[in-house]
């Protein structure tokens, strides 16, 4: 039985919802708080909001936007983007957020995911990894993409999960952004190797893509962006969620295998 979920994955930058490819060439999409407002109301699983700048600025995320957000959503909320220490976390998670997402940061200093996870919980510590496939091996990238690391991807999963993390966003740089699918065996690789949750992310095209990663692995939650803020070929920009009807029908088909 699988109780599959599909999140919403956001990306912010200035404080306005963007979206590129392979992490790069982001373009304006428009305003993140109306965009949130639309997927709470269309009853998404999850939202994740990811501020791609925040690190770079030396910062962490936006406060007085959380607030405003968390005013008029129902649904959970991840929040990630340059935070570094647990005091970020706890002012994060104090304006009712459920759930950190830790990326970069923690490369410098991992102890992090210990302490969100003894301060909050493992449900609230939430590790975001980055990947490229190079020579047909998977290659963990930090700073958006921008710095290769020398780990080995499995061994740092499961480093992470032996620090108390609960959840693993595994992105795919590859094809993040392209609406081409989601790269099957990288996550029939990982998903078999631990025992927390992996939230597949990169690719999705539409709800068939979500539907062909539940068939084919043990995956039970996954996130797509353009295929939520974009429609047809030219990328006219349309915040949309599978309906409800929908849903049902997906996780029924997956609550009875």
């Given at each position: 039985?699988?109780?599959i979920?599909?999140?919403?994955?956001?990306?912010?930058?200035?404080?306005?919802?963007?979206?590129g490819?392979?992490?790069?060439?982001?373009?304006?999409?428009?305003?993140?708080?109306?965009?949130?407002k639309?997927?709470?109301?269309?009853?998404?699983?999850?939202?994740?909001?990811?501020?791609?700048?925040?690190?770079?600025?030396?910062?962490?995320?936006?406060?007085?936007?959380?607030?405003?957000?968390?005013?008029?959503?129902?649904?959970?909320?991840?929040?990630?983007?340059?935070?570094?220490?647990?005091?970020?976390?706890?002012?994060?998670?104090?304006?009712?957020?459920?759930?950190?997402?830790?990326?970069?940061?923690?490369e410098?200093?991992?102890?992090?995911v210990?302490q969100?996870?003894?301060?909050?919980?493992?449900?609230?510590?939430?590790?975001?990894?980055?990947?490229?496939?190079?020579?047909?091996?998977?290659?963990?990238?930090?700073?958006?993409?921008?710095?290769?690391?020398?780990?080995?991807?499995?061994?740092?999963?499961?480093?992470?999960?032996?620090?108390?993390?609960?959840?693993?966003?595994?992105?795919?740089?590859?094809?993040?952004?392209?609406r081409?699918?989601?790269?099957?065996?990288?996550?029939?690789?990982?998903?078999?190797?631990?025992?927390?949750?992996?939230?597949?992310?990169?690719?999705?095209?539409?709800?068939?893509?979500f539907?062909?990663?539940?068939?084919?692995?043990?995956?039970?939650?996954?996130?797509?962006?353009?295929?939520?803020?974009?429609?047809?070929?030219?990328?006219?920009?349309?915040?949309?969620?599978?309906?409800?009807?929908?849903?049902?029908?997906?996780?029924?088909?997956?609550?009875?295998?």
């Open positions: 039985m699988k109780l979920r599909i999140i919403p994955s956001l990306l912010v930058k200035d404080n306005f919802l963007v979206k490819e392979n992490f790069k060439k982001h373009s304006y999409i428009g305003d993140v708080y109306n965009a949130v639309i997927f709470s109301e269309k009853n998404s699983h999850e939202i994740i909001l990811l501020d791609i700048d925040a690190r770079r600025n030396k910062k962490s995320f936006n406060l007085d936007l959380i607030k405003k957000i968390k005013k008029e959503i129902f649904v959970p909320l991840t929040i990630g983007g340059g935070i570094e220490n647990i005091d970020q976390v706890s002012a994060i998670i104090d304006e009712g957020v459920e759930k950190v997402s830790l990326n970069s940061n923690i410098k200093n991992f102890n992090l210990e969100v996870s003894k301060k909050f919980g493992s449900q609230s510590s939430i590790a975001s990894i980055d990947v490229r496939k190079i020579d047909n091996k998977y290659k963990v990238y930090f700073r958006n993409g921008e710095k290769f690391s020398d780990l080995d991807l499995i061994k740092y999963i499961k480093n992470l999960e032996n620090a108390g993390c609960g959840e693993i966003i595994l992105t795919s740089i590859d094809n993040e952004g392209k081409c699918g989601f790269d099957i065996e990288l996550y029939k690789l990982c998903h078999e190797l631990v025992s927390i949750p992996i939230i597949a992310h990169g690719g999705a095209a539409n709800l068939n893509s539907t062909e990663l539940f068939d084919n692995t043990k995956i039970s939650a996954a996130s797509g962006g353009s295929c939520f803020v974009y429609y047809g070929k030219r990328k006219a920009v349309l915040i949309n969620y599978p309906n409800k009807l929908e849903i049902n029908e997906l996780m029924n088909k997956y609550e009875k295998n």
